[in-house]
């Protein structure tokens, strides 16, 4: 059974603080992960992993993929309150299109 | 603008009274999806659909059917709704390479 895990599933730290979210996956025929980030309302995109080892950045944010030992961790610098959010990880099955999503980050910055 | 629409975006209903909930995007997608999302479990994929009359089951497709008779166009029907279908539905599509949009959602209680 394709499997997405993510860990911690809950974070709580204060403003500036640097975060590290892990996204672990077993799935068969991988093709790429994608990384969100949803507030109060639809999940809106962060990044598309597809090669091993090659870092994606978007200004304090940052991930990268590692398809050897099949897990991606998504960083975050400088947190901010408005980086409170849950994060969702999610691996696309290659040929069937299928998404399967993780449980979910639950980060909180308190400033 | 390139978006995902969904109608309704709320809904209250009782058990047994079929419901259509409707999604349309205007991106030209090929790839559309139907999730739910419920606390602790996270998204799920109900149905996905490669293109025009071409769909297959998710992970949870039990009391839902879809149709896509048209590329823009993929509603989610629940014929006999029951209480365990009380959720977050969303819609999304996307093209072979590029990230998945999400729809505004809808949110469903069945009483």
């Known amino acids: 059974e394709d499997k997405v895990v993510q860990s911690p599933l809950s974070l709580v730290v204060h403003e500036g603080d640097t975060v590290t979210l892990n996204c672990s996956y077993e799935v068969t025929n991988f093709r790429s992960l994608l990384w969100y980030k949803q507030e109060k309302k639809a999940p809106t995109f962060l990044f598309m992993l597809?090669?091993?080892?090659i870092e994606k950045k978007s200004g304090r944010l940052s991930s990268i993929l590692d398809k050897k030992e099949l897990f991606s961790i998504l960083n975050i610098t400088a947190t901010q309150t408005g980086d409170s959010a849950v994060y969702l990880c999610?691996?696309?099955?290659?040929?069937?299109?299928?998404?399967?999503f993780g449980q979910g980050t639950r980060l909180t910055i308190n400033p | 603008e390139a978006q995902v629409t969904q109608n309704p975006r709320y809904l209250i209903t009782v058990t047994g009274k079929k419901l259509t909930v409707t999604c349309s995007q205007n991106m030209n997608h090929e790839y559309m999806s139907w999730y739910r999302q419920d606390p602790g479990l996270g998204l799920r994929q109900i149905y996905y659909s490669m293109n025009v009359e071409v769909t297959d089951k998710g992970d949870v497709p039990e009391g839902y059917k879809v149709s896509r008779k048209e590329k823009r166009n993929f509603p989610l029907i629940l014929e006999s709704p029951s209480p365990n279908q009380t959720s977050l539905y969303f819609c999304a599509s996307r093209d072979s390479y590029n990230e998945q949009f999400f729809g505004p959602g809808t949110r469903l209680t069945v009483l």
């Open positions: 597809t090669s091993s080892g």
């Open positions: 999610a691996t696309i099955i290659q040929g069937a299109q299928k998404l399967v």
